[in-house]
């Protein structure tokens, strides 16, 4: 069989959701808590409209067109991002971030994981999680060994 190119894409969809949280870490005092994270270690906590990006990668498969329907990626994004964290308190709500603090860089990992669980093997390639317009977190799925 004669060896064929495929065309390779992004494709992008993104989502918002509203959240409260508190930057607290359990490894450390209230003195030590309140020195790091100031005033987003307040105890009653503060609320974003976080929005996220995610990005598939693959290719444009030649009979439909498509990387992926947008229509199943609409859906895996309400399962791993809107049922569990819209309208959530991040650290009373979500299991997760009970023992994880609830930085953007967390969020975005547990978004990531959550769709890893849902898409084709191989397929996601970005997670872009935007606090506010100007703290913004990309994660791709990288990691490194820690001695
Ligand atoms: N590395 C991180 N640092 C901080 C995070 C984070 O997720 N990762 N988060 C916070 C707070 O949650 C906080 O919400 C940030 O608020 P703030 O500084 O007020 O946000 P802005 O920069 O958008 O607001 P300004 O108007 O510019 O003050 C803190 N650190
Ligand atoms: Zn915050």
Not at 24 to 29: A, F, Q, V
Not at 51 to 71: H, Q
Not at 95 to 120: C, G, H, K, M
């Amino acid at each position: 069989m004669s060896p064929r190119s495929a065309r390779l894409a992004r494709l992008s969809r993104s989502v918002t959701f509203s959240a409260c949280h508190r930057l607290h870490s359990k490894s450390l005092s209230d003195e030590e808590n309140l020195k790091l994270f100031g005033k987003c270690n307040n105890p009653n906590g503060h609320g974003h409209n976080y929005k996220v990006i995610v990005t598939v990668r693959g290719e444009i498969d030649p009979v439909s067109g498509m990387v992926m329907n947008l229509t199943d990626l609409k859906e895996y994004m309400q399962a791993a991002i809107m049922e569990p964290l819209d309208h959530k308190n991040l650290d009373k709500d979500v299991p997760y971030f009970s023992e994880v603090v609830s930085t953007t860089e967390n969020v975005a990992v547990f978004i990531w994981d959550n769709l890893q669980r849902l898409l084709p093997p191989g397929i996601l390639y970005k997670v872009e999680v935007q606090e506010t317009e100007q703290n913004v977190v990309v994660y791709k799925g990288e990691e490194t060994i820690v001695k």
